[in-house]
């Protein structure tokens, strides 16, 4: 089934991010499915566009996403780096808020109901977090410290039969950063998870 965002009244490609149209389609998808098993948790909001899928999910199946990110941007999204965003910009603070534009989005899908943000650093977060998960999906920083700390934080609270998504998975150095397919390498060399789908660079993983 596709997820239903325009009757939600966003144009979700209005929205700031960097995931594509099938990547959402099957991220919202694996959501739906992983209701069953238990909440979703994403690491790196953004704007909110794999929110708004994982929101819409959680919507339809009687579900909450947990957004966990300090919406400081990555290290690309720092000023002069490849991927800033002068208008996620705040002068005063002089400091990227991504906050804002999240919230907003949220508000305007109606989907703020099913989304429980969580504005710190993904370790910080994570530091007394005790909820079973049926689904984390990753894509908060991407150095390979920050990857990994991240796999190391979550993965450990998601529920038998959860599933695992990681976008931003590259084979090769010349197409993309190599921190999130180590962690995915990392995940299927653990005996722990199967691969159940891939949707450009989305990879979704089972936990077993
Ligand atoms: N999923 C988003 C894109 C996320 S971009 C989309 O669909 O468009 C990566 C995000 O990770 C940024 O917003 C950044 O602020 C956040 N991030 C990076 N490192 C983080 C950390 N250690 N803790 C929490 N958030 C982090
Ligand atoms: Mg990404």
Redesign the pocket.
Known sequence: MPCPLAPLGIDINSVK???SANEGEALYRAAAQASTVGPVL??????G??TLYLAAACKAHNNLVYA???????EE?QPGELFHDPSLFDSDAQQVD?FKHFRRNLQTAGLSDYTVAIVA???LAAQRWQTPLGMLFI???HSLK?ALEDYRSWVCHLRRGGLLAI?DLFEHAEEGGQAPIAIYRLALASGLFEAVDRCDSLGILRRL
Do not use: N, Q
Request: glycine residues 22%; charged residues 20%; negative net charge.
């Open positions: 991010g960097f995931l994403e690491v790196g909001s953004y704007c566009k794999s966990v990110d300090h919406h400081r941007g990555s999204h991504s650093s993904s370790s894509d908060g920083g920050g976008h």
